[in-house]
């Protein structure tokens, strides 16, 4: 074990059973001026959390005495203003999805690059500042609001400049949710090449629609997550189905079929906030008659936001490179469009997309 108890060093705690692993970290972190702490994860792991000044862990997944999962979710009980990364070395994100379900901040495979490390360590130290930051101001704020009628005269413009900080932090943390939930599409798009990029068009048509249609702020902020995360469920789908050449079998069609509803159970069951987000996912392949999946939903029982993203999805289908098809020619698609418009797609929607030229948001 190693120890820098600077108090200006940051500590990142290592917890790993290869110790080629450890040390390959120790040498990289210690470098960078920071301080390390190694354990192998083993029995007594928890006490030395408890007894160590700590500002990171980096864990590994899969070990043999304490799972890593079960150490994240100490940290995150336990320590609720230090980020967790954890290493993999399986190709598979579920584990991905499961662990930053659980509280990761992130997630590195191995064997870990250089600069990926300490771009990712960077990004969760700046995040627990934040936080540390952000809880302060609520700890401040709260004893303000207990001493407030002795206070008031005196302390009203503190007051004021606190609420900004506290806004601005807000901001910071949004913007973070925002790289959160790419990081995410990120992953779904890992899994069908032939999509790259898919979820980014998407939301920059979808917010363009909902300028359109005259969204609230938070009407807009729930619309662009939505977009971004509205094929999530596709991490549950089989690659060989997602990039199949052929026409999909029944089986192969009714599992493609669940991708909304399990994407919604994901972001129900394990992202806080994110209820709204998850009904919208469910509902964007609906069809406008009520000919679609997977409550046969029509009209104005589908949500507006899932209708905006049903149009832009349609688009973008057509417009790109598939693995049985290319693209199709702008004229064709927007024909498509009009003739599907009061069917598939909700003719309103349509109109606005094609009149104001949205397409162009997504090039």
Do not use: W
């Amino acid at each position: 074990m190693e120890k820098a108890m600077d108090n200006h060093t940051k500590n990142i705690f290592v917890i790993d059973d290869e110790e080629s692993i450890r040390k390959v970290l120790n040498t990289h972190l210690t470098k960078e001026g920071y301080g390390v702490v190694q354990s192998d994860g083993g029995n007594g792991i928890f006490n030395m959390l408890k007894s160590n000044s700590i500002d990171l862990v980096i864990c590994d997944i899969k070990m043999p005495e304490i799972d890593g999962t079960h150490i994240l979710e100490f940290v995150r009980q336990n320590f609720d203003t230090i980020p967790v990364i954890m290493l993999t070395g399986f190709v598979d994100t579920s584990i991905a999805i499961e662990v930053m379900k659980k509280g990761a901040f992130d997630y590195l495979m191995k064997p870990i690059k250089k600069d990926d490390l300490m771009s990712t360590i960077q990004k969760a130290l700046a995040h627990r500042d934040l936080l540390v930051k952000n809880k302060e101001l609520e700890r401040e704020n709260k004893e303000y609001q207990l001493s407030l009628e002795q206070k008031v005269r005196e302390r009203t413009m503190e007051l004021n400049s606190k609420a900004t900080e506290l806004q601005k932090a807000n901001e910071i943390l949004k913007t973070m949710n925002i790289q959160f939930i790419n990081i995410l599409a990120g992953t779904i798009e890992a899994k069908d090449h032939y999509t790259k990029g898919h979820c980014d068009r998407i939301r920059c048509m979808c917010v363009a629609l909902g300028k359109l249609a005259g969204f609230s702020q938070k009407e807009m902020e729930t619309l662009e997550y939505a977009s971004l995360l509205h094929d999530l469920g596709k991490i549950s789908i089989d690659e060989t189905v997602l990039n199949k050449k052929g026409v999909l079998d029944e089986d192969e069609l009714m599992r493609m079929k669940m991708h909304s509803v399990i994407g919604e159970k994901i972001l129900q069951d394990g992202i806080p906030l994110m209820g709204d987000v998850g009904k919208i996912i469910a509902a964007h392949h609906e069809n406008f008659d009520g000919s679609g999946y997977p409550n046969n939903l029509k009209e104005g029982e589908i949500p507006i936001s899932s209708r905006i993203i049903a149009v832009a999805d349609v688009y973008d289908a057509m417009s790109t490179d598939r693995p049985y098809r290319e693209g199709l020619p702008l004229e064709r698609i927007l024909k498509e469009l009009e003739r599907v418009a009061g069917t598939q797609l909700d003719p309103e929607i349509v109109r606005l997309f094609i009149e104001n030229e949205v397409y162009l948001a997504g090039k």
